[in-house]
């Protein structure tokens, strides 16, 4: 048969005896289809376990339904690509996927036993049914310092009661076999005061027995103090509300309004959009495209009677002029939280080195407004300062290891913490704050050195030496001191501790695509 394929002209893939040879000696080939395998035999064996799988696989990561696999062109599908393969229904199609994530759930348990210690993030809400649900997601580096995100529990949950969440949350960590917790961010609401307590007792591995476990939701706070400020400015943002709802509340207004945009020139390609009330970032998107057809809303206002009688008739009209100044200045003011908050909510890149850079941004921002001849916007930052102390007014009200993550950013180290802190708290504190988290720093680095090993060098004697310094030149004597003064300085390095090592070095530039974990 092998003889016959090589000169066989109706074989679709003709090889010469030598391939059969080299893929029984190598292994099997490639599949037909690979860019690299050109008119080569495929030497495919066929699993259905296998195919099962992989469709399992196929149904989580594109969300189809397990009625995909009863589907007529799908069944013609698998028929044309392996006839052997029978298609299971969808009963079947469910139990793989169960049985698949058991297997990749075996797989996570494997990786949480050699990593190091696991930030969590805990979040709870109530549907539109008035459910309650709660997702808690692990944050983590491997062995190869890549960040990793992964959901380990989304639930049901019967109340939103601090007790009932640090069990369930316990419980999700026991059956992960998760018995190291580095930090757990939570929004602000006091029934997560009483959960961070619960963990605190009842959950081992922390450091510190958990004293520096609770870290608040930066964006969740960001939140509460936008809100605050966003009152005092409530009429003109009102008015754009309601002239984006009318254009959007059908397809003819809205061609009118296009029509409008046409006759202005206005070269944007985005749609007016809508809000929601309670998300502030929703609605600085809303002023951000509304304010750049503010052209086209006034002409609207000209051309389209209906439009000036539906604003009038659920508020006092359409926006007027000042309304769109002040809309341009809010949306300057809001740009800073809202990038603060974009920044701060990647899940994939690392955050906690930015934390404090961005709070102490904002707090300057919040500052000079606050000095603003602009009544409504000193107003407003006055307001905002208010809250924003209310959480991080103070070293007291913020958890230190974030002033941690800023020193073990090889950019920053000790120099932007007595930067931002003489310009926030004054030059009187700054010793005192600055030796506080020295302090734990090294409590931190001792601690670690007891689990995985000291590394504060080994100790140095000198070496003897076999020539007397007396029976040699002033040449030979100048290079002999050399020597040793260089000795001296590689001792010192060698007796001193990686941290102290790491602080005395000069810190990194400031490069666009720095990577802390790879360095």
């Given at each position: 048969m092998l003889q016959h394929l090589g000169t066989c002209k109706q074989h679709p893939h003709r090889i010469r005896l030598t391939d059969q040879q080299n893929m029984s000696r190598d292994g099997p080939l490639k599949g037909v289809g690979d860019s690299d395998v050109n008119n080569s035999a495929n030497a495919h064996k066929f699993d259905s376990e296998t195919v099962r799988m992989a469709i399992a696989e196929m149904i989580i990561c594109d969300e189809l339904p397990f009625r995909i696999v009863e589907a007529q062109g799908f069944r013609k599908v698998c028929r044309s690509l392996e006839p052997r393969f029978q298609v299971p229904s969808r009963t079947t199609a469910a139990r793989d996927c169960i049985k698949l994530f058991k297997m990749e759930k075996e797989k996570l348990r494997q990786i949480f036993k050699t990593v190091g210690r696991v930030s969590l993030t805990n979040d709870t809400w109530t549907s539109i049914q008035n459910l309650n649900y709660m997702c808690l997601t692990a944050h983590f580096i491997d062995s190869n310092w890549k960040l990793h995100k992964r959901i380990l529990n989304f639930c049901m949950i019967p109340n939103h009661k601090g007790e009932t969440i640090g069990k369930c949350v316990d419980s999700c960590l026991q059956d992960w076999g998760i018995d190291k917790i580095f930090t757990v961010i939570v929004d602000n609401a006091s029934s997560n005061d009483v959960a961070i307590e619960y963990l605190r007792k009842f959950v081992g591995g922390h450091l510190f027995e958990g004293k520096y476990i609770h870290i608040r939701c930066c964006a969740h706070i960001m939140n509460l103090i936008v809100n605050d400020g966003l009152r005092d400015c409530d009429d003109s943002i009102t008015r754009v509300r309601n002239a984006v709802r009318y254009v959007r509340s059908s397809p003819a207004r809205m061609?009118?309004?296009?029509?409008?945009?046409?006759?202005?020139?206005?070269?944007?390609?985005?749609?007016?959009?809508?809000?929601?009330?309670?998300?502030?970032?929703?609605?600085?998107?809303?002023?951000?495209?509304?304010?750049?057809?503010?052209?086209?809303?006034?002409?609207?206002?000209?051309?389209?009677?209906?439009?000036?009688?539906?604003?009038?008739?659920?508020?006092?009209?359409?926006?007027?002029?000042?309304?769109?100044?002040?809309?341009?200045?809010?949306?300057?003011?809001?740009?800073?939280?809202?990038?603060?908050?974009?920044?701060?909510?990647?899940s994939l890149y690392v955050t906690s080195n930015a934390y404090f850079q961005e709070l102490c941004g904002i707090q300057s921002h919040l500052s000079k407004m606050?000095?603003?001849?602009?009544?409504?916007?000193?107003?407003?930052?006055?307001?905002?300062?208010?809250?924003?102390?209310?959480?991080?007014?103070?070293?007291?009200?913020?958890?230190?290891?974030?002033?941690?993550?800023?020193?073990?950013?090889?950019?920053?180290?000790?120099?932007?913490?007595?930067?931002?802190?003489?310009?926030?708290?004054?030059?009187?504190?700054?010793?005192?704050?600055?030796?506080?988290?020295?302090?734990?720093?090294?409590?931190?680095?001792?601690?670690?050195?007891?689990?995985?090993?000291?590394?504060?060098?080994?100790?140095?004697?000198?070496?003897?030496?076999?020539?007397?310094?007396?029976?040699?030149?002033?040449?030979?004597?100048?290079?002999?001191?050399?020597?040793?003064?260089?000795?001296?300085?590689?001792?010192?390095?060698?007796?001193?501790?990686?941290?102290?090592?790491?602080l005395e070095h000069g810190c990194e530039a400031r490069a666009p695509n720095f990577d802390i974990l790879d360095w």
């Open positions: 061609e009118k309004f296009k029509k409008c945009i046409e006759k202005e020139k206005i070269d944007c390609t985005k749609l007016v959009c809508l809000d929601v009330s309670t998300r502030w970032n929703s609605t600085y998107l809303m002023l951000e495209v509304a304010e750049t057809y503010k052209k086209p809303f006034l002409r609207l206002e000209k051309d389209d009677d209906s439009f000036v009688r539906y604003c009038r008739s659920v508020n006092l009209g359409p926006p007027n002029s000042n309304n769109w100044e002040r809309v341009r200045v809010l949306i300057k003011f809001l740009k800073i939280f809202y990038d603060a908050t974009v920044r701060l909510s990647g606050s000095q603003s001849n602009d009544a409504v916007l000193k107003c407003m930052a006055e307001n905002m300062k208010i809250k924003y102390d209310k959480y991080w007014g103070s070293i007291e009200k913020t958890n230190l290891m974030i002033f941690i993550a800023v020193v073990l950013d090889p950019r920053c180290k000790f120099s932007l913490l007595h930067f931002w802190f003489k310009k926030i708290y004054g030059g009187n504190l700054v010793e005192e704050m600055i030796a506080i988290v020295k302090h734990l720093m090294m409590d931190i680095y001792w601690e670690y050195s007891i689990v995985y090993g000291s590394s504060s060098g080994v100790s140095y004697s000198e070496p003897p030496s076999s020539v007397d310094p007396t029976m040699v030149d002033s040449d030979s004597q100048q290079s002999f001191w050399i020597e040793y003064e260089q000795e001296i300085i590689e001792s010192n390095l060698m007796n001193k501790s990686e941290i102290d090592q790491y």
